[in-house]
T-cell receptor, first 113, second 112 residues
Framework: NAGVMQNPRHLVRRRGQEARLRCSPM?????VYWYRQLPEEGLKFMVY????????ESGMPKERFSAEFPKEGPSILRIQQVVRGDSAAYFC???????????FGPGTRLLVL | GQQLNQSPQSMFIQEGEDVSMNCTSS?????WLWYKQDPGEGPVLLIA?????ELTSNGRLTAQFGITRKDSFLNISASIPSDVGIYFC????????????FGKGTLLTVNP
């Protein structure tokens, strides 16, 4: 039973480019969460999605960041016009229900040059 | 937003020693969780606590949910080299049933 999968594991972008991070939840999970981890920091909540719905995006910057979880396919975290400050590890987690255990993927390490 | 204060920031111990780390918050939490993160990987859940005063073990790991609901600790007994990693406390604040708040982590180094 595969766990949460994220790709790419590493992503290098130049300032101004777009970054697309993908997350496939565990089989049977329809709840997806994105967290960001800056160097030597804990994870910070960004957004919570269920299939085709954004439930809570209170932790996501209002500009340049967007997230989706379509009916088919992985969840996507999209960062437009990346800046150096976007360099971080982005983790996706999934759960079977709202209050259920969140299982984390291996993360995508984004480096903006 | 809410932050969790986790201490110590780092620990260097000898193999076989016991270690303790803790986490405090300024507000009440309904759930406390302890995760371990290895380099280049995502956090892996070690122990989950759901009731004030609850004491739960997972092998050599023991964690407790503080009576005040504002703190938790994690103990590791008889440490081994593979215990090396970053340990994070995390929790769900009262009123939130999904959003996890994380501490900054405790980096544990075990000398063989």
């Amino acid at each position: 039973n595969a766990g949460v999968m994220q790709n790419p594991r590493h992503l290098v972008r130049r300032r101004g480019q777009e970054a697309r991070l993908r997350c496939s939840p565990m089989k049977g999970h329809s709840h997806v969460y994105w967290y960001r981890q800056l160097p030597e920091e804990g994870l910070k909540f960004m957004v919570y999605l269920q299939k085709e719905n954004i439930i809570d995006e209170s932790g996501m910057p209002k500009e340049r960041f967007s997230a989706e979880f379509p009916k088919e396919g992985p969840s996507i975290l999209r960062i437009q016009q990346v800046v150096r400050g976007d360099s971080a590890a982005y983790f996706c987690a999934s759960s079977a229900g709202t209050e259920e255990t969140q299982y984390f993927g291996p993360g995508t390490r984004l480096l903006v040059l | 937003g809410q932050q969790l204060n986790q201490s110590p920031q780092s620990m260097f111990i000898q193999e076989g020693e016991d270690v303790s780390m803790n986490c405090t918050s300024s507000s009440i939490f309904n759930t406390w969780l302890w995760y371990k993160q290895d380099p280049g990987e995502g956090p892996v859940l070690l122990i989950a606590l759901y009731k004030a005063g609850e004491l739960t073990s997972n092998g050599r790991l023991t964690a407790q949910f503080g009576i005040t609901r504002k703190d938790s600790f994690l103990n590791i007994s008889a440490s081994i080299p593979s215990d090396v990693g970053i340990y994070f406390c995390a929790g769900r604040e009262r009123g939130s049933n999904y959003k996890l708040t994380f501490g900054k982590g405790t980096l544990l180094t075990v000398n063989p």
